[in-house]
Nanobody, 118 residues
Framework: QVQLVESGGGLVQPGGSLRLSCAASRIIFRVATMGWYRQAPGKERELVALINSDSNTNDGDSVKGRFTISRDNAKNTVFLQMNGLRPEDTAVYYC????????????WGQGTQVTVSS
C-alpha cells in the first residue's frame, strides 16, 4: 500500500512561512504526480498545488505567488513552501499522489494542520 507521510505543519503568525514535506513510499516516485490539497472546517477540499513527473506545476488560484511546490526524486519527497501566510490559509493540508498517468488511482496522506493566527 502506498504510504504518504506529511510533516512540517504548525502554528504561524500572519505573514510567516512554513515548509511542508511529504515522504512517499511504495511507489515509483519519479513518475508520479504529487501534490497538496487542503480542507478548512466547513469547506470542501481544494487544490493547493500539483507537480508532475516533468516538474510542471499547477497552483490553486488562492496561493499563486505565495506557495511553491517542488520535489526531490532522490528522497521520494514533495515539498510545499508557504510564504506570506494568511489566516484564510488555516486548514488541514493533505499530501496527494497519483502514481501512474495510466491509472486513475490516487492516494492521500493523513494530513497536517496549518494554523495561521496572531
Amino acid at each position: 500500500q502506498v504510504q504518504l507521510v506529511e510533516s512540517g505543519g504548525g502554528l504561524v503568525q500572519p505573514g510567516g512561512s512554513l515548509r511542508l514535506s511529504c515522504a512517499a513510499s511504495r511507489i515509483i516516485f519519479r513518475v508520479a504526480t504529487m501534490g497538496w490539497y487542503r480542507q478548512a472546517p466547513g469547506k470542501e477540499r481544494e487544490l493547493v498545488a500539483l507537480i508532475n513527473s516533468d516538474s510542471n506545476t499547477n497552483d490553486g488560484d488562492s496561493v499563486k505567488g505565495r506557495f511553491t511546490i517542488s520535489r526531490d526524486n532522490a528522497k521520494n519527497t514533495v515539498f510545499l513552501q508557504m510564504n506570506g501566510l494568511r489566516p484564510e490559509d488555516t486548514a488541514v493540508y493533505y499530501c496527494y499522489s497519483r502514481p501512474s498517468r495510466y491509472s486513475s488511482a490516487v492516494f492521500w496522506g493523513q494530513g497536517t494542520q496549518v494554523t495561521v493566527s496572531s
